[in-house]
């Protein structure tokens, strides 16, 4: 009838450890893939060799019993006290935050790739020589994103003014009042463009930042665009918008096409976060962009 004892690694604190390795197995490989041109470095043989120890732990835990735990799990006695397994709790919370960031990007990649399109758009402008930044909202960066959006801004983001061609170029995004034609094109950005020494309207340029899991028909999206502004066109009352901007994630792909239906015209592009995708795709915005800032200008 006495107590028999059997050895049982499957504690709590060992699936903490468990849990925390598998995170840093992926932590570290995606540091390695970030980072090809520091493959010589010091750094890079620390990551790798803290790579490779964190993979044989994962096979070692696993051939033991050791499951893993889940998030949100009370510390006891021993993740609390003893000062390794504390920071490997204190580093798998880390962790579990970094990973929370990366599921809010995925939960709201549409509001994500408005923002990162804006920024395009603002870093386009941005680059002629005769562009001259007089109004810039200030950009406050959250810690976690609240309704999708990682910053706030007033509006307009940005106001450029065009020293030698003598045009004010704003940047809005979202815009609280957007007018009856920005409203009627449902485009959650937009280009106002102003020429102070003529009497004409202020033209704007509507910018779409549609976002799907499946790559889109760019050039169906642009003739439907085009279509679409042709047809509110009888709106326009103060002001002129007959072209517009589609930007879509490039998914492997970056490419271009436009399309005009009557007097209405819209250009359909798509570029990628990084590498050539990012390259050519920002150069089609690029180009838009000057396009229909030195519009009529002759």
Known sequence: MATVRRENFDTLENRVFHAYVRLAVDAARE??????????????????????????????????????????????????????????????????????????????QAETWTDFSVLAITLAIDELEEAELVAQSPITWKEEAVGGRWFEQDRPIAVFWLKKTGRIVE????????GALLSAARAHAALRITDPSRSDVPRRVAVWTPHAMERLDLQEDAAQAGLHLQQIQPLAVSEVLRHGL??????????????????????????????????????EVREFVRGEIYRDTQ
């Open 31 to 108: 540091w390695l893939r970030e980072h090809p041109k520091a493959i010589s470095s010091d750094r890079y043989a620390q990551v790798e060799g803290f790579r490779k120890a964190c993979r044989s732990a994962v096979r070692a835990l696993r051939d033991l019993g050791v499951g893993v735990a889940e998030a949100g799990v009370q510390p006891n006695y021993v993740l609390m006290q003893d000062k390794a397994y504390r920071q490997v709790q204190e580093s798998w919370l880390r962790l579990l935050s970094r990973k929370k960031i990366e599921d809010d990007l995925w939960a709201w």
């Open 246 to 283: 589609i930007l879509i994630p490039a998914r492997g792909k970056a490419q271009a096409v436009s399309a005009t239906r009557g007097r209405a015209t819209v250009k359909a592009i798509a570029l990628g976060p990084a590498g050539d995708e990012l390259a050519t795709g920002f150069k």
């Open 171 to 178: 940047v809005r995004s979202r815009p609280e009042k957007p």
